[in-house]
């Protein structure tokens, strides 16, 4: 079993930043595919961006492309999503997601590709 536990949501204004944080624990060598996805009121979860733990590939959302950056803290089993330049159409529940892997460009997108999912944090950027 694998459980993540995400943190650093908040409310920020348009053009401020946040980091995310995703703590993995548990069976961490079944999740080489590490994911993040969104959701806003009122609309479908979608994806923001992933990263091979393994590898180091990423993989963005056109939305997150240029703003949004992985880094990875390999002695704590944790990856982060550092956001900047953030946009009130940026406001949503963040998700992190993992799976098995591999991850490629083909799947890194699909809900399918993640078995464990946190419990979401929340982000709100106002104008």
């Known amino acids: 079993q694998v459980q993540l536990v995400e943190s650093g949501g908040g409310s920020v204004q348009t053009g401020g930043s946040l980091r995310l944080s995703c703590a993995v624990s548990?069976?961490?060598?079944?999740?080489?595919?590490m994911g993040w996805f969104r959701q806003a009121p009122g609309k479908e979860r979608e994806f923001v961006g992933a990263i091979s733990w393994r590898g180091g590939s990423t993989y963005w959302a056109d939305s997150a492309k240029g703003r949004f950056t992985f880094s990875r803290d390999n002695a704590k089993n944790t990856v982060y999503l550092q956001m900047n330049s953030l946009k009130p159409e940026d406001t949503a529940v963040y998700y992190c997601?993992?799976?098995?892997?591999?991850?490629?460009?083909?799947?890194?997108?699909?809900?399918?590709?993640?078995?464990?999912w946190g419990q979401g944090t929340q982000v709100t950027v106002s104008s």
């Open positions: 997601a993992a799976g098995p892997g591999p991850l490629t460009l083909v799947v890194a997108s699909t809900r399918p590709t993640y078995v464990y």
């Open positions: 548990g069976r961490t060598f079944s999740t080489n595919a």
